[in-house]
């Protein structure tokens, strides 16, 4: 019941203009602290739905899992789309919070976004509505390394991670691994107390071939291989029981068959919008400015937002409360939101696709058990064979900022859902040092703003 009264508390709260984050003034770089904390490693293997540890495929997982903390599962943001999530999961913000509001976004001053686009991934000024908490640890003293991250190629407010590598997917995950595990062996004085290390196959046949298939389940035991050669270098260098991993996904898969796609075209004229996305969450702008643009895109929408097949549109100010998603100016006027297991799109994409069409889908309403992430927890902080209840993705910021010592800039977190899977300290109650005195959505005394 918690759960939920979190859940819907902050959309409301939400709808009020004290709910906007804006971007925290940068803070002065202060010393090193006296002693280091314990290295915390996050990983995130995209796509891993909270049940695909059951189908015995990820021994690994299962052993971390067994000896240290898992979530009965760990709700992701709306939408539940990757590069919304992960940027959430190092910022503590929802998506209408931190601006990386989709994959596919348009700025009225940046102009398009998408994972394709190089150019605008590696623009800090996309990121620039957040603070990652490498940006934080750096600011504290603390140096950071990032195996892949969305967000960690791009110069935010004017930093990087001390170490980085550009978007590979060609990388194979043992070379990432290493990667992280030569990291780890640079001098005491070079070596970072925050890393992440991302894998990717999961999600790719996910799409490719769908949630049920041999080959998701070949990218599983693929990447628990990688995930054992991780575990096998820690312990060689005595790493894996002085060192805090946190090993969790962005967002669940859903299944859609082939013949499940709405044709949006054949209920709207598309050539009086601006389509700024289709597939799951598709969202539409007016055209222009002009006064005949806004009329045409206004029976557009009433003709839209009612009942539809297979799917339901809202002008962003109507977007459910529970979503937490409309007030960003890069969230789109219009937005249609396929139900689990259809797809959106047109009738030239079905016929002119370069791509397989994807027989596995995420994006979808983030309460359906579908979309639901795994979080597994591992090291000294963590109790031994616990497993804790479901929780929103927005609460791994505050932990990680616990974890490293490290006053967490306002976030939509709460340390108090998930600190009971922490072992008890010798001191009662939390670390002054980590609370908020403010925060710019109206909470005080707490690391966490209002749900």
């Known amino acids: 019941m918690k759960f939920l009264f979190r859940l819907l508390l902050c959309p409301l709260l939400a709808s009020s203009a004290g709910c906007v984050t804006r971007p925290p003034s940068a803070p ?47 709700q992701p943001s709306f939408p539940s789309l990757t590069f919304p999530n992960h940027y959430t999961i190092v910022t503590g913000l929802r998506p209408d919070h931190h601006g990386i509001v989709h994959n596919d976004m348009v700025d009225p001053q940046l102009g398009e976004f998408s994972l394709d686009n190089r150019r ?32 960690s190629e791009a110069n935010i407010h004017g930093r990087y991670p001390d170490e980085w590598q550009p978007f590979d997917m060609s990388m194979p995950a043992d070379q990432r691994v290493d990667q992280i595990l030569a990291w780890l062996d640079l001098p005491a004085d070079q070596r970072p107390s925050f890393l992440t290390l991302y894998f990717d196959k999961v999600d790719h046949y996910g799409h490719l071939d769908g949630p049920d298939s041999p080959q998701l389940n070949e990218a599983l035991r693929r990447t628990d291989a990688a995930m054992a050669r991780l575990v096998r270098g820690l312990k060689q ?14 967002h669940g898969m859903a299944s859609v068959p082939l013949a499940n796609s709405i044709l949006i075209d054949r209920l709207i004229p598309l050539d009086q919008l601006q ?158 040092e980590h609370r908020l005195t403010a925060s710019p959505h109206g909470s005080s005394g707490s690391a966490a703003s209002p749900r």
């Not at 002693?35 to 490693?41: K, M």
């Not at 293997?45 to 695909?52: L, Q, S, T």
């Open 237 to 250: 260098r005595g790493l894996f029981e002085r060192m805090n991993i946190i090993v969790l996904a962005d």
């Open 275 to 432: 389509t700024v996305s289709t597939g799951v969450l598709a969202g539409f702008n007016p055209k222009d400015r002009s006064a005949r643009a806004r009329a045409e895109f206004a029976t557009i929408e009433h003709r839209l937002e009612q009942p539809q097949q297979h799917m339901k549109c809202w002008d962003k100010t109507r977007v459910p409360l529970r979503f937490a998603y409309g007030h960003n100016p890069r969230v789109p006027q219009l937005l249609c939101l396929a139900d689990v297991g259809w797809r959106i799109t047109t009738t030239w994409k079905l016929a002119h696709h370069k791509k397989p069409i994807s027989l596995g889908e995420h994006g979808y309403d983030n309460a359906d058990p579908r979309m639901q992430a795994v979080f597994v927890a591992h090291g000294p902080a963590f109790r031994v064979g616990v497993k804790v209840p479901a929780f929103p993705n927005v609460d791994v910021y505050p932990l990680m900022a616990h974890l490293l010592r490290l006053p967490p800039v306002p976030n939509d977190g709460d340390f108090d859902a998930v600190k009971d899977m922490l072992k008890p300290t010798p001191h009662a109650g939390r670390d002054p």
């Open 120 to 151: 605008a991934v590696r623009d800090g000024r996309w990121w620039a509505e957040a603070t990652p908490i490498w940006e934080t640890a750096d600011r504290h003293g603390l140096r950071t390394a990032t195996m892949f991250w969305p967000g």
């Open 28 to 74: 002065t770089a202060v010393a090193a602290p006296s002693s280091r904390p314990t290295p915390l490693l996050l990983i995130s293997i995209d796509a891993y739905r909270y049940d695909y540890i059951e189908r015995g495929l990820s021994p690994t997982l299962a052993m971390l899992a067994r000896t240290g903390v898992q979530a009965a599962s760990m």
